[in-house]
Structures are given as C-alpha cells and as structure tokens.
C-alpha cells in the first residue's frame, strides 16, 4: 500500500514559522515529483511548492521568498518550511507525489496524503 502522511500543522502568529513534513511508504519516494497544495474554505486547491526527483523546485508566487521546500530521500520524506506566515496562509495543506512533475504541476498527481491543518492568527 502506498500512504502519504503530512505532520507538522497548528496554529501560529503571523509571522511565525513552521515546517510540514510528509512522509512516504509503499514507494521510493525519491523517485517521485512531489508537491505541497493547500485549500482554504471556499478556494481551489493550489499548488504551493513542488520538488522534482532531481531536487529542483518550483513555488507559487504567493509563497516565494518565504516556503521552502526540501527533501530527504533516504528519509522519504519531504518538508515545507513556512516563514514569515500571513493569516491568508490559513489552509488544509496536503502533499502529493507523482512520477510526472508536469502532472504534480497540473494538481493532479496520483498520491495524496489526508492534509494537515495550518492556521495563522493576526
């Protein structure tokens, strides 16, 4: 069986920090392009960061310079460290791997994890 499990949510201050972490089996997660989505009440889904198996990423404009998203292959397991949290960050974060980074780039991968809850306060 393949699962993806997200961990790391809460509830924090604007301008805060925390980092999500996503951690994979049943596959070598190294092989796969990986992203981080979020959805708030009443929003798409969108792609936040994402990271191809060869370690270049990709983040949407709202998040860059802040998020950074990295991986440990012999871990399977990748992360999301948020800084600088805005309350319009407040969302359900999941992640999601696929053997195709065009398809993770199109929010359609093959695995989902369940999401983790990010809440920022003002």
């Known amino acids: 069986q393949v699962q993806l499990v997200e961990s790391g949510g809460g509830l924090v201050q604007a301008g805060g920090s925390l980092r999500l972490s996503c951690a994979a089996s049943?596959?070598?997660?190294?092989?796969?392009?990986v992203g981080w989505y979020r959805q708030a009440p009443g929003n798409e889904r969108e792609l936040v960061a994402a990271?191809?198996?060869?370690?270049?990423?990709y983040y949407a404009d709202s998040v860059k310079g802040r998020f950074t998203i990295s991986r440990d292959n012999a871990k399977n397991t990748v992360y999301l460290q948020m800084n600088s949290l805005k309350p319009e960050d407040t969302a359900f974060y999941y992640c999601?791997?696929?053997?195709?980074?065009?398809?993770?780039?199109?929010?359609?991968?093959?695995?989902w994890g369940q999401g983790t809850q990010v809440t920022v306060s003002s």
């Open positions: 049943g596959l070598t997660f190294g092989s796969y392009a």
């Open positions: 999601a791997a696929d053997l195709s980074y065009s398809t993770i780039r199109n929010v359609r991968p093959e695995y």
């Open positions: 990271i191809r198996s060869g370690g270049s990423t």
